[in-house]
């Protein structure tokens, strides 16, 4: 935990390389270190900074103002609880108070053994499947308190480590097209080779 | 009415796969840009303006108008808005899972008739999935050359970005979503300019369409303009993509003809919605995401047409309606969407962010029974800081809607339900709990 991985390095690099504007992969670089760390580290950060060519304070005050960039650590697993209008209506409050019993901990929190955050999350666009709940991002369906209990047994034994990956957005799939070389604005053609063109994974 | 239309966003949907490239050109994929190609930049934009379609985000402002304002330069981009987040909504999250390659088709097809050469599909963090479909969908059309130099031969040549969002409801307002594509904070930008068209993406001209908008693409450029007009009536035009949720037995995605089916066909057909949840009565309804004033059942009949809900004091805004029965507490609800609303203020505005979060505890209060009754005119003085008026369309005191979209909910609790927050007030409880 600490600084971008010779191979993030280089996918970083691969990513600020298919935009216009090298600030414009601030974001999709911070997915990306989170996807190493879980969390967004002071060292990763600097190196989104050196990457982008911005300072690591500002790449910090670009971070805090979304919600899924964490500059503090989380757990392996952050559980979301939707209880916007759709989902309250479902029970979502309901829910949301037997996860926070169930794992002893509040909306927020971390649990001690390090495995599971949860978070009281705005709408995230699952209002047929209500109360809709995801882990790291990925839908889990509607839940009540039994099938809340079985996910985190299922989280604990790891048997849905396939389908709920770990931290991180856009991570599994290979991002190396983008910009036709040379770029149309003075940023791009400055930062290394052009993406290659149709190059399926 | 319930017309027998054939769906044109969401044709795919029976498929499993309908994601990959091969059931995509099993089913007439791409078929649309080639078409698009043949015809020709100008053709393609003539049938989008014989198409009169309207955008799907939310404001519902005619495609083919703001593709007329992008002023000419040597740069200028296509943006596609997937950030998706309006409470209730999630016709765009099942666009971008189920059929991504309608989205970068349709995307494509745009970048084509307006002549760019870079476009980007901004879609919501959130959806990892459907982010990691889109890219995948976009790979394969590189590979397919429907992307890249000299798109299937011809002189025509696009790069498309799938880029992730971070999780903020201000990035869908268009110019946070590209203060956001270019790697800062989702701070809306100060109008005029009103359009990106104008200064967008790193200053250069910009469109800025929505998912939905741009799904409808391929169908309109195969099928023309006229076809697609001759679906609904008046300035509804075509099909949209309904998102019900709420107290109803069969919440889901609907794509119905737009104008011809009602409100009441919606919530109610066995075949859609099915009724209130358990039997219930219908207390009231959201006839288009949070931000857009309540209905109550008396507008049940009104059609799911996008000049007639504004006329009757609302709007179809996102296409997402919200049903509460009779066991909805109005404070419960009108909160909880202040709340989100005040969680989400950018804050950059003075009325939306103090606004917001004064309106979010004065509701509070009430609904955890420490309400007083002076409270309800409070509330109705905080919302006419933040739109002078409380009418609709709103007045604006802000940089974006968001401010203004606040008193919706709050104005349409204490308009339609005085009784219920006084009761709230004269019992110190909420009278609702035990339904709940």
């Not at chain 2, 967008?200 to 910009?206: D, I, K, R, S």
Request: charged share 20%; aromatic share 6%.
């Amino acid at each position: 935990m600490a600084h971008l991985n010779e191979e993030n390095l280089e996918r970083a690099r691969r990513l600020v390389a298919v935009y216009p504007e090298p600030r414009s992969a601030l974001i999709p670089l911070c997915h990306l270190a989170q996807a190493q760390d879980g969390w967004l580290t002071p060292e990763a950060m600097e190196d989104v900074a050196t990457l982008v060519g911005v300072t690591p304070a500002e790449v910090h005050g670009t971070a805090t103002f979304y919600d899924m960039l964490h500059t503090e650590p989380v757990g392996r697993h952050v559980i979301a609880v939707c209880t916007n209008i759709a989902c309250m209506l479902a029970g979502a409050y309901e829910l949301l108070d037997h996860a926070e019993e169930h794992l002893g901990v509040s909306a927020g929190q971390t649990t001690s053994d390090g495995e599971f955050t949860i978070e009281e999350a705005e709408c995230l666009a699952g209002c047929d499947a209500a109360p809709c709940v995801q882990v790291n991002h990925r839908f889990v369906g509607a839940l009540d308190a039994a099938s809340f209990d079985q996910l985190i047994e299922d989280l604990r034994s790891g048997m849905r480590a396939g389908e709920i990956p770990r931290h991180g957005i856009l991570c599994r799939v290979e991002r190396s097209v983008g910009l036709l070389a040379p770029g149309p604005t003075d940023g791009a053609g400055q930062h290394g080779a052009p993406a290659a063109e149709g190059t399926a994974p | 009415m319930i017309t027998d239309v054939a769906p044109i966003v969401t044709s795919r949907m029976g498929y499993d796969d309908s994601h990959t490239l091969e059931r995509y050109l099993a089913t007439g994929g791409y078929e649309g840009l080639r078409r698009a190609i043949a015809l020709g930049a100008v053709a393609v934009r003539e049938e989008v303006d014989k198409a009169s379609l309207l955008g799907r985000g939310g404001a519902g402002f005619p495609a083919g108008r703001k593709w007329s304002m992008l002023r000419q330069a040597d740069t200028s981009y296509l943006v596609v808005n997937g950030d998706e987040s309006e409470p209730a909504t999630f016709k765009d999250h099942l666009l971008v899972e189920r059929d991504p390659h309608q989205v970068i088709e349709g995307a494509i097809i745009a970048a084509f008739a307006l002549g760019v050469s870079q476009a980007f599909v901004f879609c919501r963090g959130e959806f990892a999935l459907g982010l990691e479909r889109l890219q995948q969908a976009c790979n394969d059309a590189y590979a397919h050359g429907a992307l890249g130099s000299r798109i299937f031969g011809s002189e025509f040549s696009l790069d498309l970005v799938v880029h992730p969002g971070a999780g903020a409801y201000i990035c869908g307002e268009e110019t946070a979503l590209l203060e956001s594509l270019e790697g800062k904070r989702g701070f809306p930008r100060i109008k005029p300019p009103y359009f990106p068209a104008a200064i967008g993406l790193y200053g250069a001209p910009t469109v800025v369409n929505n998912i939905e908008t741009v799904s409808n693409l391929p169908w309109i450029v195969l099928h023309g303009g006229d076809r697609f007009a001759a679906l609904g009536q008046g300035s509804s035009t075509g099909t949209r993509l309904f998102a019900l949720s709420g107290r109803v037995e069969r919440p889901g995605w609907y794509e119905l003809e737009m104008s011809k089916t009602t409100f009441r066909d919606l919530v109610y057909d066995p075949s859609l919605g099915g009724g209130i949840r358990d039997g219930g009565e219908l207390k009231a309804f959201i006839p288009g995401g949070v931000s857009a004033p309540w209905f109550g059942p008396d507008q049940i009949d009104l059609g799911l047409d996008q000049d007639a809900v504004g006329r009757a004091g609302s709007m179809l805004g996102s296409g997402s309606v919200v049903v509460m029965d009779h066991t909805t507490c109005a404070v419960r609800a009108a909160w909880r969407i202040t709340r989100f609303f005040a969680r989400e203020s950018c804050g950059q505005c003075t009325p939306c962010r103090e606004g917001s979060g004064w309106i979010e505890k004065i509701m509070r209060r009430i609904e955890e029974g420490n309400g007083r009754e002076a409270d309800l005119d409070l509330l109705m003085d905080a919302c006419d800081n933040i739109a002078p008026g409380v009418s609709w369309p709103p007045q604006q005191t802000t940089i974006c809607v968001l401010g203004p979209s606040i008193p919706s909910s709050v104005a349409s609790g204490v308009r339609m339900f005085r009784d219920e927050f006084l009761l709230h007030v004269k019992e110190g409880a909420c009278p609702m709990r035990a339904a709940r």
